[in-house]
């Protein structure tokens, strides 16, 4: 037990650490080759952030572990909400730009009903559902950079996303460096993560689908953590806003996706209909607050976080 803790806790610690490595390296060669600043908010951050989840997810589907595979996304987007979210706005109350984030927002309710109601109904992610999230990622990216090029307070959120990784590698070879040595430390972290989460499962008696849910989720997450309580200590507490939507877009649509089209991906039984009702009652709560323009305050993120605390409790029942 105490080796799978380990196991867990050093494969964490990869993840978080390369994780911020990766996409520090990507951002500077992205600048170096002079890709815009739009351009690198969009894709580069959005995906580096969610690098964790997509390379636990894989590596728990071969490794035969769907409960984790899954959970670890519908938990990463669960927690980014009323977890991380809601410690950002306990820092500094966020007002919220409608016309900046309402797209977004509306736009991950969707797909979360979306996916909600494919697994429901067919019992798996198949090969051809992953085609199709993919699909709706480029297609997303495709969207919103042919709408934001005209400018605009979403194209100057998404262009502020890129600096939340500042500062970045100034020489090239440094920059591939980061990289590389970034994506090294993800694949050796995803793999002790994933092998120790399974074993403290077993040894627990506690489903692969709830340590999914949980430890899995929460440390995969462990980047969006980083950079949205930065940028909130910075005063863009907007831009942390934007990073988190944008983050469970990708979750679902590139890292479930990809995921399903090398492995698919069997609905775990034990998966309750309360995991999904917080994976969409979480988007749809972030949406309203985008769409109305209100001032998130403390004490919403304090409800925010006492709802987080009310899943844990079905999760394990204590």
Known sequence: MMEAVL?????????????????????????????????????????????????????????????????????????????????????????????????????????????????????????????????????????????????????????????????????????????????????????????GAVSIARTAGVSETVIGLTIVAIGTSLPELVATLVAALKGRADVAFGSIVGSNLYNILGILGITALFQPIPIPADLAMTDWLALVGSAVLLAVFAWTGSRLSRREAAVMLALYGCYLWTLFGV
């Open 7 to 195: 196991f867990c806790a050093v494969g964490l610690a990869l993840l978080a650490v390369g994780g911020e490595g990766l996409v520090r390296g990507a951002v500077g060669i992205a600048r170096w080759a002079g890709l815009s600043e739009l351009m690198i908010g969009l894709t580069l951050v959005g995906f580096g952030t969610s690098m964790p989840e997509l390379v636990t997810s894989l590596n728990a589907a071969a490794a035969g572990a769907p409960g984790i595979a899954l959970g670890n996304v519908l938990g990463s987007n669960i927690g980014n909400i009323l977890l991380v979210f809601a410690l950002v706005v306990l820092i500094r109350p966020v007002a919220v730009d409608r016309a900046a984030t309402g797209r977004d927002g509306i736009l991950m309710v969707a797909v979360s009903a979306i996916l909600t109601v494919l697994c429901l109904i067919t019992g798996e992610i198949s090969r051809l559902s992953g085609a199709l999230l993919v699909a709706g990622l480029l297609g997303y990216l495709v969207m919103v950079w042919r709408q934001e090029r005209a400018g605009g307070p979403a194209a100057d959120l998404h262009k502020e996303e890129a600096h939340t990784h500042d500062p970045v590698p100034q020489a090239l070879w440094i920059s591939l460096l980061f990289s590389a040595g970034g994506l090294a430390m993800l694949v050796l972290g995803a793999d002790l993560l994933v092998q």
